[in-house]
């Protein structure tokens, strides 16, 4: 695979959770700068957290999809224009410093907004890995931004109620399994 076709593959895994295809175009150090809001498990370098960070995005969105819309490589950098496009059927849970921050329950909404990615691939290998995202509209579609009112008292009495911190150690379980089911292969 050239260049592209390593970066295009890292979406793949994360659409799909293809451990194989994780351990052939994953480095065993890579890192994912993106993982400061994600579970524990999406830290872990290499192929295991990046199929912890696939683990815990399908478990917000189904069907899951990252068309890439552009590209530009230059050295060992690649950089892919693309789309985060899928359904929310599940809670959205993002963290800080290793805790709940905020769970975001189902709406049922489409999400579809445009995101730059800057992947390095050394030896045919993804080795790192940053991006640009629209996190606003992507909120904006879930209804969170603004605040519309039906969804923020969804958000507010998920709290209270302690089913968003049930959701966010489920999705940190999920997450873990993902990453040691590469781990103990």
């Given at each position: 695979?050239?260049?592209f076709?390593?970066?295009?593959a890292?979406?793949?895994?994360l659409?799909?959770?293809?451990a194989?295809l ?6 065993a150090?890579n ?6 809001v994600?579970?524990a498990a999406?830290?872990?370098?290499g192929p295991?957290?990046t199929?912890?960070?696939?683990a815990?995005?399908?478990?917000a969105?189904s069907?899951?999809?990252?068309p890439?819309?552009d ?8 950089w892919l224009l ?10 959205f849970v993002?963290?800080r410093?290793g ?8 709406t ?6 445009e ?10 290998e993804v080795?790192?890995h940053?991006?640009?995202r629209?996190d606003?509209?992507?909120l904006?579609?879930?209804g969170?931004f ?6 923020m008292?969804r958000?507010?009495t998920?709290r209270?109620t302690?089913?968003a911190?049930k ?5 940190t379980a999920?997450s873990a399994?993902?990453a040691a089911?590469?781990t103990d292969a």
């Open positions: 695979m050239d260049s076709e390593v970066a295009a890292l979406f793949r895994v659409e799909t959770g293809d194989a994780a351990g052939r175009v994953v480095a150090d890192h994912n700068r993106e993982a400061a994600s579970p999406c830290s872990i370098p295991a957290g199929l912890a960070s696939g815990w995005m399908r478990s969105f069907e899951l999809r990252f890439v819309t590209s530009a490589s230059k050295d060992d950098k690649v693309l789309r985060m496009r899928g359904t929310h059927t599940g809670p993002r963290f410093n805790g709940l921050d905020r769970a975001i329950p189902p049922g909404r489409e999400i579809d907004f995101q730059l990615h800057v992947v390095t691939v050394r030896d045919g080795v790192r940053e991006a640009l629209d606003l509209t992507m904006g579609q879930l969170v603004p605040p519309s009112p039906s969804v008292g958000v507010v998920w209270l302690g089913r911190k959701a966010a150690d489920e999705v999920l399994a993902a089911s590469f």
